[in-house]
Nanobody, 125 residues
């Protein structure tokens, strides 16, 4: 049974950092596409970063390039999102997602059938 559990969210001041974790079970994170997505109130869910299912290439939304880093620990079967230089516009609920079928464009929130419950990130002074 595929399960994803996010953690690490919280309240942080602008310019601060957080590291989100996505603990996976029921599958192996390095074999499938897995991504981080976020949704702010009144906005559509958007892709933040992901590993492709084909070769593990990483992708980032333009808005987070140079500030966020996705990584994975195969031994812990966990995917991380390191977020630095946070801005108020990064405030959202952050989700990780995966699917056991190939995902064509992992940065888009399309085709994923397995989602975590989300973790709130609030950037405010």
């Amino acid at each position: 049974q595929v399960q994803l559990v996010e953690s690490g969210g919280g309240l942080v001041q602008p310019g601060g950092s957080l590291r989100l974790s996505c603990a996976a079970s029921g599958f192996t994170v390095n074999y499938y596409a897995i991504g981080w997505f976020r949704q702010a109130p009144g906005k559509e869910r958007e892709g933040v970063s992901c590993f492709s299912s084909s070769d593990g290439t990483t992708y980032y939304a333009d808005s987070v390039k140079g500030r966020f880093t996705i990584s994975r620990d195969n031994a812990k079967n966990t995917v991380y999102l390191e977020m630095n230089h946070l801005k108020p516009e990064d405030t959202a609920v952050y989700y990780c997602a995966t699917d056991l079928r190939p995902i064509v464009r992992c940065i888009l929130p399309v085709g994923y059938n397995y989602w975590g419950q989300g973790t709130q990130v609030t950037v405010s002074s």
